[in-house]
């Protein structure tokens, strides 16, 4: 009975059966419970057992589940990239110039995360950890947010807004720096979105001017 085929949630999900859909339906009642955790106490504050009882599961099923806490969160944070990018994948962009989106796209993620500064302050501590399995989640997650970066900027280039000159991979990386930089003005001085899309589009303009003028 536990075997017999059933579709997976989503359109165009493969056929799982009853334990593998039970086993999955775990797994993100334990990456929702952990996320919200995360977010409110950090890192190092939120527990396993505490991720279990919020979920209403034991500390075996996270286990099961997941290698530890590292490796939990690091799904947290590659299924935040992941839902960012589909945000991203939103936005318009045809006939739009190149900075106009870049803004916007990055607007778009500090609306995603400014109600969860803490989880954002989790996250860059995180990634400054030496353990090897951290940083996965992100590294993994942020390649398909700087490739939404790319795409707009190496569609900038071909449209002759940009300079054929622009290091599209290297301004894409530049761009993200400045824009997490920019959460320390949030974190300790409280800036709002409307500080924050004022200053990340002076740091674009700083970024671009110069291959705009070659252009």
Known sequence: ????????????????TRRQLAKQ???MKLLDAARELFAD?????????????AANLSTGAV???????????????LADYQQ?????AEVPSNGRPARETLLTLLTVAYEAHLDRLRLVQAVL????????????????????????????????????EL?????????SEMLWDCYVSNY???????????????RLADQIDVLLCVHREAA
């Open 125 to 160: 501590s995180f990634s400054w950890m030496r353990d090897v399995r951290v940083g996965r989640g992100g590294a993994e997650g942020l390649k398909l947010v700087l490739e939404d970066l790319q795409r707009v900027l190496q569609s900038g280039v071909e449209s002759g």
């Open 184 to 198: 320390k003005r949030a974190i300790f001085d409280g800036w709002d979105k409307s500080a924050l899309r004022a």
């Open 25 to 27: 339906r775990t797994r």
């Open 41 to 53: 106490r950090g890192y190092e504050a939120a527990t396993v057992r505490d991720i279990a009882a």
């Open 1 to 16: 009975m536990n075997h017999q085929p059933i579709r997976a949630e989503g359109a165009g999900a493969p056929l799982l």
């Open 63 to 77: 286990f099961a589940s997941f290698t530890d806490k590292a490796d939990l969160f690091n799904e947290v944070i």
């Open 84 to 88: 960012l990018h589909s945000l991203m």
């Open 163 to 171: 300079s054929p000159s622009l290091d599209v991979r290297l301004t």
